[in-house]
């Protein structure tokens, strides 16, 4: 797999360092005083400081959520996600959305949940029964 790289706007780049490092377990790459590169799950992501952000946010219905339109986030191995979600439950971040289980018992059964960085930018984390599924229809 060739890693991908995602550019995002944050408020503040001390809490995002916080959060990145410390709940997500990233560790820090290249930085400056306007943007800092995190090892996300072998992916490349990069917080750049925004003065400006805004809270626009453009919402749609997938099973009977509410799920924001702009988001990121990593498809993780099956045992690494039950790990991840304690560990946002020891640091007591609220799940925006709970963990939950998606077409259970069917091709592309999955978890996932979602959770808020300190920039309130969504992030998911999802995982595969079976990852060959990952693109099925």
């Known amino acids: 797999m060739i890693p991908f790289h995602l550019a995002f706007p944050v408020a503040n780049l001390g809490e995002v360092r916080d959060f990145y490092t410390q709940v997500l377990k990233c560790r820090v790459g290249r930085e400056s005083e306007r943007w800092i590169d995190f090892d996300f799950f072998g992916h490349q992501i990069t917080a750049h400081l925004d003065e400006s952000m805004g809270n626009d946010v453009v919402y749609n219905d997938v099973d009977n959520k509410t799920i924001p339109a702009r988001h990121f986030?990593?498809?993780i191995a099956w045992e690494q996600w039950d790990?991840?979600?304690e560990d946002i439950r020891a640091n007591?971040?609220?799940f925006y959305i709970n963990p939950y289980t998606r077409?259970?018992?069917q091709i592309g059964e999955q978890r996932t949940f979602f959770i808020?960085?300190?920039?309130n930018n969504y992030l998911e984390f999802k995982c595969f029964k079976d990852q060959s599924y990952i693109f099925s229809k």
């Open 103 to 105: 077409f259970q018992g």
């Open 92 to 94: 007591n971040i609220p």
């Open 73 to 75: 986030g990593a498809i």
């Open 116 to 119: 808020q960085d300190p920039s």
């Open 83 to 85: 790990v991840l979600v």
